[in-house]
């Protein structure tokens, strides 16, 4: 399985931005739709963070608590796709994110750690300019 995530871009503060991470392939034999999936977040200089993640089915979702109310985490399992709507952006979301698949069952709080995770895409450079 391989993870593209894609979408990032320059952005004003308070603007929008939508990101994408497709899943090409299965890990053993096993399809996107049973993966739980997630989005962390990287800045320069400092460690790499949980943002949110969402359940197999799009049911149970879970967010760092800096992105309530701002993200959204939704899923197409038909497109194999996972997205990151990110809304009233702020500066401090400045980092490059990267989309994340945990192989077990959803965990919540869990799903919050890294080393929950399986498998790591490359990361979408994500700027937001004050």
């Known amino acids: 399985v391989q993870l593209q995530a894609s979408g990032g871009g320059l952005v004003q503060a308070g603007g929008s931005l939508r990101l994408s991470c497709l899943a090409s392939g299965r890990a053993s034999g096993r399809a996107f739709s049973t993966y739980t999936m997630g989005w962390f977040r990287q800045a320069p200089g400092k460690e790499r963070e949980f943002v949110a993640a969402?359940?197999?089915?799009?049911?149970?979702?879970h967010y760092t608590d800096s992105v309530k109310g701002r993200f959204t985490i939704y899923r197409d399992n038909a497109k194999n796709t996972v997205y990151l709507q990110m809304n009233s952006l702020k500066p401090e979301d400045t980092a490059v994110y990267l989309c994340?698949?945990?192989?077990?069952?959803?965990?919540?709080?869990?799903?919050?750690?890294?080393?929950?995770?399986?498998?790591w895409g490359q990361g979408t450079q994500v700027t937001v300019s004050s």
């Open positions: 969402i359940n197999r089915s799009g049911g149970f979702t």
């Open positions: 994340a698949a945990d192989y077990s069952p959803w965990s919540g709080g869990r799903s919050g750690l890294r080393e929950q995770y399986d498998l």
